[in-house]
């Protein structure tokens, strides 16, 4: 497909405010293109290099594509500069100085998308002495020989910022429509992609080998598995009734959720965050304890990291976990918080795949592998047959410091990236107060006020996701409470991610000063839930429905959980069962 084709379609999800919509629109042009085009053609469509796993980001600074346009062009960067400032968007910028273009000579030519992306390719893994001028040349030629509309968006993707709306289940409904005809293979794609973790990988298969391809894709290391979540309830009698009278329980760890891939025959480990970024890095001894305490060939496990005392067996706070998530001083701070892993599931041993095996089997399986004494632990874990059980249970980990249970149907498989009761947390709420925290996906932000003024930003709109409807519904706006570091830190990061309109998967009746990409996650305490017109989280669409929102809400941590997606945001369902559950203990008060 020629990456003009691609533009046009582009411009058209731009204009599109359905997300059935962007579904027919993406349909029809993966439906249109070569199956060796697919998967480039996803991850154009994404505005990403690779999946998240393998960490390659293009991320060209607006100094940078301002030379660049400047240079295709043949004006000077104070005149691309001084329209930026008008247009606010640089793919704008860009279509208008190729429309002017000073430089007649240079010709223009048709090219695939394909090679749009092996360009970007191209200046992502260019480093190194004369890397500036080298991926300078590359965007250069691109912008030189593309029309106005290819220029908007190959400067929106160098500066990934193309934002088009088009979300991991938009994506997965458009490859069914496309090659099946209609929407329903969805849920079969979706089980593939949450195996893998690759959209790319799951549009190349389907368009090159069909549904009989998807369905003989297997757990990969290396690959990782989007990671199973728990689903919640107030008591631990409907916790036993779900789990038809017996249950393992397991002590819930506040740290850093990790899935570790080894392979002993190449000496290799890597590990991956629950929003699947690489942090084999960031945990040197971690890596060094996965190849002398785990007696296995290939094996994919995953656990909790958290800073703990052993001297005094303490459960250090997140804040110190927290620490240990950098890219530099890794080596200092390993020794300061030290941290230890500890494992609760197995997913692949030896070749095997053990999703698909029970819990129980897959639990005893990870514990013959692990010598259990070293840097990498179990969790901690009763077997339940009384609501009693698990209430002691449950109050001795929250004296011990940790954040309360989740409770494991024995019979169940790994459910991976879905949210379902084989796995149930327990958090209580007390006095009809919410105790719990829920963690917020940030749609937009308000401009500072009177003594905010200077800092740019006085507030943020924030929602959860409605799994069923793949939309972002709003819940809060969070107004008060900021410290003058974090209104810096959000204006700055915030307002790289600003859109002009409301993105398409976003539900909304406030409107903030600013819309933005829906991309970063903050995690929120507040007073209560109550019912509101204003916000639009469960409310279905009657002219007299209500929604849910937040009463006094605050940040918990310092800002954006960045070990979080918006994948990983809490859901409407939650929400509502939470309204539900302080409505109860209000009554039983």
């Known amino acids: 497909m020629l990456f003009e084709e691609a533009a046009k379609y582009y411009e058209r999800l731009e204009n599109t405010s359905s997300r059935l919509g962007m579904v027919d629109i993406l349909s029809e042009m993966l439906s249109h293109a070569k199956p060796n085009e697919i998967k480039d053609l996803i991850y154009l469509t994404q505005?990403?290099?690779?999946?998240?796993?393998?960490?390659?980001?293009?991320g060209i600074a607006e100094k940078?594509?301002?030379?660049?346009?400047?240079?295709s062009s043949g004006y000077s960067k104070e005149d691309v500069v001084a329209?930026?400032?008008?247009?606010?968007?640089?793919?704008?910028?860009?279509?208008?100085?190729v429309k002017k273009g000073k430089l007649k000579t240079l010709s223009k030519r048709h090219f695939e998308s394909n090679y749009v992306f092996e360009s970007m390719h191209k200046?992502?893994?260019?480093?190194?002495?004369?890397?500036?001028?080298?991926?300078i040349k590359i965007l250069v030629e691109l912008l030189a020989s593309s029309s106005a509309l290819e220029a908007r968006y190959i400067i929106r993707f160098a500066l990934g910022r193309l934002r088009l709306g088009a979300g991991d289940a938009t994506i997965l409904e458009a490859l069914s429509k496309a090659f099946t005809g209609d929407r329903k293979a969805k849920p079969e794609l979706e089980n593939a992609y949450n195996i893998c973790s690759d959209l790319g990988k799951v549009g190349e298969i389907i368009s090159e080998k069909?549904?009989?391809?998807?369905?003989?894709?297997?757990?990969?290391?290396?690959?990782?598995i989007r990671p199973a979540l728990a689903e919640r309830l107030p008591t631990s009698e409907q916790i036993l009734e779900k789990m038809n009278g017996r249950c393992a329980v397991e002590s819930k760890y506040d740290g850093f959720r990790v899935q570790v891939h080894l392979d002993r025959k190449n000496n290799k480990v890597a590990m991956f965050s629950r929003n699947l970024e690489n942090t084999t890095l960031m945990f040197p001894d971690i890596e060094k304890a996965a190849l002398s305490e785990v007696s296995a060939k290939e094996a994919i496990f995953e656990g909790e990291a958290l800073a703990y005392d052993e001297t005094t067996g303490e459960f250090r706070p997140f804040q110190e976990t927290?620490?240990?998530?950098?890219?530099?001083?890794?080596?200092?701070?390993?020794?300061?918080?030290?941290?230890?892993?500890?494992?609760?599931?197995?997913?692949?041993?030896?070749?095997?795949?053990?999703?698909?095996?029970?819990?129980?089997?897959?639990?005893?399986?990870?514990?013959?592998?692990?010598?259990?004494?070293?840097?990498?632990?179990?969790?901690?874990?009763?077997?339940a047959t009384t609501s009693k059980q698990i209430d002691k249970y449950f109050e001795e980990a929250v004296e011990n410091g940790l954040e309360g249970i989740v409770a494991k149907e024995p019979n169940s498989v790994y459910v991976a990236g879905a949210r379902k009761f084989s796995w149930i947390k327990l958090k209580r709420s007390y006095k009809g107060e919410l105790s719990d925290t829920v963690d917020l996906v940030i749609l937009g932000y308000f401009l500072g006020?009177?003594?905010?003024?200077?800092?740019?930003?006085?507030?943020?709109?924030?929602?959860?996701?409605?799994?069923?409807?793949?939309?972002f519904e709003t819940l809060s706006k969070i107004g008060t409470g900021f410290s003058e570091e974090q209104m810096r830190m959000f204006n700055d990061t915030l307002k790289k991610i600003k859109v002009s309109k409301k993105p398409v998967r976003v539900d909304a009746i406030v409107s903030p000063d600013f819309w933005v990409e829906p991309k970063y996650v903050v995690t929120v305490r507040a007073d209560e839930i109550t019912k509101s017109p204003m916000h639009t989280c469960g409310k279905e669409g009657g002219k007299d429905e209500t929604g849910y929102a937040l009463r006094f809400p605050r940040l918990v941590s310092d800002g954006i959980r960045k070990d979080?997606?918006?994948?990983?945001?809490?859901?409407?369902?939650?929400?509502?069962?939470?309204?539900g559950q302080q409505k109860k203990v209000r009554l039983e008060g």
């Open 322 to 383: 927290i620490q240990r998530k950098r890219k530099h001083g890794i080596a200092m701070k390993s020794t300061e918080f030290p941290l230890h892993l500890f494992s609760f599931d197995l997913m692949y041993l030896d070749g095997e795949d053990y999703l698909s095996r029970p819990y129980e089997e897959r639990r005893k399986k990870l514990e013959s592998i692990i010598k259990g004494n070293g840097l990498i632990r179990f969790s901690d874990r009763i077997i």
């Open 47 to 58: 505005g990403v290099l690779a999946p998240p796993f393998e960490g390659l980001q293009i």
């Open 123 to 135: 200046i992502a893994k260019t480093s190194g002495t004369g890397s500036q001028d080298t991926k």
């Open 64 to 71: 940078f594509a301002e030379s660049a346009i400047a240079m």
């Open 83 to 97: 329209s930026f400032r008008k247009t606010g968007d640089l793919g704008l910028t860009s279509e208008e100085f």
């Open 210 to 224: 069909g549904m009989a391809g998807i369905s003989r894709l297997k757990v990969t290391l290396f690959s990782p």
């Open 564 to 579: 979080k997606s918006p994948a990983d945001a809490t859901t409407t369902n939650e929400i509502i069962e939470m309204f």
């Open 449 to 471: 006020k009177g003594q905010r003024a200077e800092f740019g930003f006085g507030g943020l709109l924030t929602g959860v996701y409605n799994e069923k409807k793949d939309v």
